[in-house]
Structure formats: structure tokens, C-alpha cells
């Protein structure tokens, strides 16, 4: 085990529950119940314009940053964008890089069985989209697990001090409403609150977790990968390209999830975009190996044939 101070806990959650705690998830519970208070701060076009821009924008910090970069690390960056793309992922209030990043690897190692924390298939729906956070031994970051990116101090800042960029973010919101009210702008500091953050962050939780609950259960199976993971244009809408999952798991080397043209992919849009500019570089592809690998499974299907099992990736 990597020692970077006493904040890390024992990396296998030793003496932790393994059950659901309420009482300890107050603080995520809290975030969904400040969305009723839009019953009291009403609407306006800016907010909401607000809450969906900050929706986009921070889906993007989970799926470009702590997904195909953190996670699975697709392509390259600089040491200083690295830090931006930590803090706009930590924006979301889905915890810090290096959690985030050694449970998903962690998913992907044991996908679908008794060791996922979040199979729909093995522990129901409500544990596989949401339950599994608010479980303390799910709390835990295992280091060996990113043993990558636990060598930056900036990184392991940021992952102890998870809570900061958004409540930074829930400060710049609501002092730029009240600058727009201040303006004359048909908007106010609790519109601003309510909708360009809580609302905004409770659809982003509820978006990403689809991807851990919804896309092992509906959508079509490309490949044979040993789990129950489905590719659903759907969910890639909501998840700007996450929906594309059964490719993903075929093979999560690759920097985008839509393996074709048609598959909608804005984060892979969006990286190529930042390529052209210089932030990111040497992004990974999908080999050509896969692509034959789906023609053959395709010819097969056709034939009335039913493809091979394998084992996941």
C-alpha cells in the first residue's frame, strides 16, 4: 500500500460496514431535498439554462476526465490540465479522482459478479444505481489500485478535499445570480441556487449512475464480454457517450465509447476537439482486431448462429 497520510482508510475497508447507512448519507440525501426548494424560488429561462450548461459541462468531467481519463487513461495530458480535469470531475460531488478511479477499475475487474458492488443483475436496482455509495465500506480509496495517479500531491488534495469544488461552484452560482438580479436580469440568487446547482447536480448523479444500473439491464449486446453490460443510444444521449457500454467493456482501452460514426459520442467529440488544441494528446483507438471481432459476431448472428462466450476484459 502507497502511504500518503493518515486521511487514507485501510485500503479493503477493514471494520466498515457493508451496509446501507442513512444516517451517514444525510449529506447526499441532503442535495436531493434541496431541490424542493424550487417550490419557493420558482423559475426562470437563466437558471435553467444554467442547470443544463452546468449538467453538460460536469457530465463531461465525469465521463472525459475521471472515466476515460482517470479511469481507464486514454489518452495524455499535462500535469496542470490534469488538476483542471480532477477539479471539474470533483464538481459534480461524485467524490475524488482517485476514488472514483479504483472503483471503476475495480468494476471492471470483477463486472457482474459477487465482488461488483454495483450489479442490477446480482444485487437489485436500487443498490447497483445509488445504494452501493451510501455503503461505508464503498467509502474506502484503494491506492493500489491507482498507484498512477496517487504519486501527484495535487491529485491526493484533491481527492481528501473532494467536498471543495462544489461548494465553490454552489458559491459562484448563487453570487452570479445575485449579480444578474442586482443587473435587473429576470433571475434571482435562489433561482440560480436551486436549479444551476442542486437541481443540476441531482440529474447528474441520477445520469452517471444509469450507466451502472440501467446499461447492465436494457440495450443490445455487441460483443460476448462475460458480464451483462448493453449498449443503449439512449443512455448515451444522457451520459454525452457513456450508453455505448457493451463496446466499453469489449474494450476500455479505447478513448471512444461509440465504436462507430453513428454511435453519438460528444465526449470522444469533445477530447478530439481538445486534441486539436494541444490539452490533450495521443489518443488511443479501437484496434482493428475489435472491429473484425464485431463483423465476425455480426456474420454469425446472421447465419442463426449464436456467438462464442468469452471472458470479460
Not at 96 to 106: F, N, Q, S, T, Y
Amino acid at each position: 500500500m502507497i502511504e500518503h497520510g493518515a486521511y487514507f482508510q485501510p485500503t479493503d475497508g477493514s471494520g466498515l460496514s457493508e451496509e446501507v447507512e442513512w444516517k451517514s448519507s444525510l449529506p447526499f440525501l441532503a442535495v436531493h431535498l434541496a431541490c424542493l426548494l424550487v417550490f419557493v424560488s420558482g423559475f426562470s429561462w437563466i437558471a435553467f439554462g444554467t442547470c443544463i450548461a452546468l449538467y453538460i459541462v460536469r457530465m463531461f468531467g465525469i465521463t472525459g476526465a475521471y472515466h476515460r481519463y482517470f479511469s481507464h487513461r486514454t489518452y495524455k495530458t499535462s500535469r496542470w490540465f490534469q488538476f483542471a480535469l480532477a477539479w471539474l470531475g470533483a464538481s459534480s460531488g461524485q467524490m475524488g479522482p482517485l476514488w472514483w478511479a479504483a472503483h471503476h477499475r475495480h468494476h471492471h475487474r470483477h463486472s457482474d459478479t459477487e465482488e461488483d458492488p454495483h450489479s442490477p443483475g446480482l444485487k437489485g436496482f436500487f443498490i447497483s444505481h445509488m445504494g452501493w455509495i451510501m455503503v461505508p465500506k464503498n467509502g474506502v480509496t484503494n491506492l493500489n489500485a491507482v498507484r498512477d495517479l496517487a504519486k501527484f500531491p495535487e491529485l491526493r488534495w484533491i481527492n481528501r478535499h473532494y467536498i471543495v469544488p462544489p461548494v465553490v461552484l454552489l458559491l459562484v452560482v448563487t453570487y452570479a445570480g445575485l449579480a444578474m438580479y442586482l443587473m435587473g436580469w429576470p433571475v434571482t440568487p435562489l433561482q440560480m441556487m436551486v436549479w444551476g446547482f442542486f437541481i443540476s447536480t441531482v440529474l447528474l448523479y441520477h445520469g452517471t449512475f444509469c450507466i451502472n444500473s440501467l446499461a447492465h439491464v436494457w440495450g443490445r449486446k455487441r460483443f460476448k464480454t462475460g458480464d451483462d453490460s448493453r449498449n443503449s443510444f439512449l443512455l448515451a444521449v444522457v451520459t454525452l457517450g457513456e450508453g455505448w457500454h457493451n463496446n466499453h467493456h469489449r474494450y476500455p482501452g479505447s478513448v471512444r465509447n461509440g465504436f462507430y460514426w453513428w454511435e453519438f459520442d460528444p465526449t470522444h467529440y469533445t477530447l478530439r476537439f481538445l486534441s486539436w488544441l494541444g490539452l490533450v494528446w495521443d489518443l488511443r483507438d479501437v484496434p482493428e482486431s475489435i472491429f473484425a471481432e464485431a463483423r465476425s459476431i455480426a456474420e454469425i448472428q446472421q447465419a442463426g448462429l449464436r456467438p462464442p462466450e468469452r471472458d470479460a476484459a
